[in-house]
């Protein structure tokens, strides 16, 4: 385990919204084992058959276990002062594309009014709090021509989600300046990729699709197999998100205008290697699980953008941030994953302390090039 992360955050109370979700759930377990306080909010667990929530028995784990919704504004403020907290990391959203379709208004009540309430939360905190407000790739204006996106491009997006994710970075900067420029609530917001790993059962995601298709031995179902996206592994954007809020912290410590310069967007994508294809991901889970997968492509299907790529050369210069696991290392983790925990039921919490542990031990040899 990384020492100066473990530094920072050990006896650290750290408040993360959507604690009970895929991300939020290996958040929540990697700084519990480095002796982070956690205080959880989110809404309740939807799957508590098999969510990753329940199988890192993160209720145990953390001190305070709250179950609400982030549009509350009361309680979320009340469970934000009980906290006290040190860092927040904001993870609670309505995360799907094609839902959005669906429920436009509930995306943005939770996505843009619920970053509203927890920067509304902070204006009397009365103590400096590292807050991270996690959004994502789709929030650019993305004109499907293949150019990496660099955080200084303009927000956008064609579907209620990536729209609402380009609303909340725009509210992030208006109260950093408005409300928090000389207090000590010092806000970053992070953009990741196309994120996979064990534990995620969410509806509507390819790889949990293809992993409940091939458990059921049926044809996975693909719907734009020519679609790129930028894959990374969940703990590539964690490690980012920490080393992030660790940067800010430390140089709170030494100059309070130094932390504020970081105080800014930043993309937390994989290697240019990783921007494959739907199709090629596809194919390499099928290299270690025998199946077959079918085209569904639709001219019905709901816009979604054809070509997502990140530039994280801002991560690297000012954070010393670089992706850890390439394509195949992280659909071959994630694969392994579902297999010893879901068919050879291997406990879960293992197996996740030995997938951070083998991340830490290729995160000391990483180079990126």
Same mark, same amino acid.
């Given at each position: 385990?990384? #020492?100066?992360?473990?530094? &920072?955050?050990? !006896?650290? $109370?750290? @408040?993360? &919204? =959507?604690?009970? =979700?895929?991300?939020?759930?290996?958040?929540?377990?990697?700084? %519990?084992?480095?002796?982070? *306080?956690?205080f959880g909010f989110s809404l309740g667990d939807t799957m508590p058959d098999k969510s990753l929530y329940a199988s890192l028995s993160i209720s145990n784990r953390i001190k305070n276990?709250?179950?609400?919704?982030?549009?509350?504004?009361?309680?979320?403020k009340k469970e934000i002062n009980l906290a006290k907290p040190d860092f927040i990391f904001h993870l609670a959203a309505q995360p799907l594309v094609r839902h959005s379709y669906n429920f436009p208004t509930q995306t943005y009540s939770t996505n843009v009014t619920g970053t509203i309430n927890l920067l509304e939360a902070l204006r009397d905190l009365g103590r400096q709090c590292v807050v991270i407000v996690v959004t994502t790739d789709k929030c650019y204006e993305n004109m499907d021509d293949g150019r990496s996106f660099i955080e200084t491009d303009a927000l956008g997006g064609h579907d209620p989600y990536s729209s609402s994710k380009a609303c909340a970075?725009?509210?992030? %900067?208006s109260w950093r300046n408005s409300f928090f420029y000389s207090s000590g609530i010092l806000v970053a917001s992070a953009r990741a990729g196309n994120v996979i790993g064990g534990g995620d059962w969410s509806a509507d995601r390819i790889v949990p699709d293809a992993v409940r298709s091939l458990i059921q031995e049926l044809p996975i179902e693909v719907r734009n197999p020519k679609?790129? +996206?930028?894959?990374?592994? #969940?703990?590539?954007?964690?490690? =980012?998100?920490?080393?992030?809020?660790?940067m800010i912290f430390?140089?709170?410590?030494? /100059?309070? *205008? !130094?932390? +504020? $310069?970081?105080?800014?967007?930043f993309n937390f994508g994989p290697k240019e290697s990783s921007n494959?294809?739907? *199709?090629?991901? #596809? /194919?390499?889970?099928? $290299?270690?699980? /025998?199946?077959?997968?079918?085209?569904? $492509?639709s001219v019905s299907e709901v816009h979604e953008a054809s070509l997502l790529n990140l530039d994280i050369t801002k991560a690297s210069d000012l954070l010393n941030w670089y992706p850890v696991w390439e @394509?195949?290392?992280?659909?071959?983790e994630t694969i392994n994953w579902y297999k010893m925990v879901c068919s050879e039921n291997k406990n879960a919490e293992e197996y996740a302390r030995l997938s951070i542990s083998k991340f830490e031990d290729a995160k000391k040899n990483n180079k990126f090039s």
């Open positions: 385990m990384s #020492v100066r992360l473990k530094d &920072t955050f050990e !006896g650290k $109370s750290v @408040f993360i &919204t =959507g604690h009970t =979700g895929f991300k939020g759930a290996w958040l929540s377990f990697w700084l %519990s084992e480095m002796g982070a *306080e956690i276990d709250y179950f609400g919704d982030i549009r509350d504004f009361d309680s979320l970075e725009i509210v992030v %900067s679609y790129v +996206r930028p894959w990374q592994h #969940v703990l590539d954007p964690l490690n =980012g998100y920490l080393q992030l809020a660790h430390q140089q709170a410590t030494i /100059n309070l *205008e !130094g932390a +504020r $310069s970081l105080c800014t967007a494959q294809t739907v *199709e090629v991901l #596809v /194919n390499e889970i099928l $290299s270690t699980w /025998n199946g077959k997968w079918v085209d569904k $492509s @394509f195949k290392n992280a659909v071959l």
